[in-house]
Each structure stands twice: as C-alpha cells, then as structure tokens.
C-alpha cells in the first residue's frame, strides 16, 4: 500500500511559478494528473521508480517539470509560466508497475489532491 500526500496549491497570477510536492511511502513509478471544472482527469506527467524516464503532456511540456527525490520520499511538480488554463485539481498518483504510463486507469493509489487556480 502507498500512501500519497499532495502540498504546494494555491492561487497565482498568469506568468507565475508553482512546485507541488507529494510526500510518498513507497518508491515506484508516479504521476502527475489534473482534473479542471467540468472537466475529465487528464494526465500531466509521469516518472519512473528510477527517475531515469520522464514523460509529459504536450499541453504543458516545456513548462512543467517532474521530478522525485527517494532520500526524501517526495515526488515534485514544478510548474513555470502558468496558464489560466492549468486551473485544476492537481493529483499525486502511483503505479505497482514499473514502466511508465499516460492514462489514469493504470496507477493504483491517489492521493487527495491540491487545488491550483491561475488567474489572468
């Protein structure tokens, strides 16, 4: 069982930067998605257990950065150059498996999530 922490939300303006951190109980693959108003959740990025393999959506890549720190148990999110459009709920999420994935039906635990509201 891997038990997920999120932290860093808040309100920013457009232009702005933002580091979300998730406090982890286990190493493995992880992930970032999000779920704006209205909206499905929708993946953000992903890293494997041994950080070597990163993954983005296209949306934010060039401006979101994942990243993992296994002496600290902690998975990062930084977020450079936010949109009004990155406005969501942020989730942490892991996976049992090793290799990294993109949709959100393959990671097995959550956590509960970080609000995110950019401002124009």
């Known amino acids: 069982q891997v038990q997920l922490v999120e932290s860093g939300g808040g309100l920013v303006q457009a232009g702005d930067s933002l580091r979300l951190s998730c406090a982890a109980s286990g190493r493995t693959t992880m992930g970032w998605f999000r779920q704006g108003p209205g909206k499905e959740r929708e993946f953000v990025a992903a890293?494997?257990?041994?950080?070597?393999?990163?993954g983005y959506a296209d949306s934010v890549k060039g401006r979101f950065t994942i990243s993992r720190d296994d002496v600290k148990n902690t998975l990062y999110l930084q977020m450079n150059s936010l949109k009004p459009e990155d406005t969501a709920v942020y989730y942490c999420?892991?996976?049992?498996?090793?290799?990294?994935?993109?949709?959100?039906?393959?990671?097995?635990?959550w956590g509960q999530g970080t609000q995110v509201t950019v401002s124009s």
């Open positions: 999420a892991a996976r049992r498996g090793v290799t990294l994935k993109y949709v959100s039906s393959e990671y097995d635990y």
């Open positions: 890293i494997s257990w041994s950080g070597a393999n990163t």
